[in-house]
Nanobody, 119 residues
Framework: QVQLVESGGGLVQAGGSLRLSCAAS????????MGWFRQAPGKEREFVAAIVRSGGPTDYADSVKGRFTISRDNAKNTVYLQMNGLKPEDTAVYYCAVRPYSWGNFDYWGQGTQVTVSS
């Protein structure tokens, strides 16, 4: 089992920045990939970004490329999402997720943290 605890959400004006953090615990060996997803009211959950190990390949949704940066500290089993140039359409609950193995899916999820961007 993996437990995920997110932090860093909040209310920010358009154009502002926020940094989300997610700490994973309960697993003594490496996690293949950590990522962020989001769900806005009335919409389905969507992929935001993911990173394979620290310094490894990253992947971003087109809607956040150039504005969001994902990073990871393997020693702390923590993943970060630096969000710059926030827009009202970025308003959503952001979820951290873990994909333990390269051949698997994102099987573990955090409780979510609210990000609200005012215009």
């Amino acid at each position: 089992q993996v437990q995920l605890v997110e932090s860093g959400g909040g209310l920010v004006q358009a154009g502002g920045s926020l940094r989300l953090s997610c700490a994973a615990s309960g697993r003594s060996f490496g996690i293949y990939s950590m990522g962020w997803f989001r769900q806005a009211p009335g919409k389905e959950r969507e992929f935001v970004a993911a990173i394979v190990r620290s310094g490894g390949p990253t992947d971003y949704a087109d809607s956040v490329k150039g504005r969001f940066t994902i990073s990871r500290d393997n020693a702390k089993n923590t993943v970060y999402l630096q969000m710059n140039g926030l827009k009202p359409e970025d308003t959503a609950v952001y979820y951290c997720a873990v994909r333990p193995y390269s051949w698997g899916n994102f099987d573990y999820w955090g409780q979510g943290t609210q990000v609200t961007v005012s215009s």
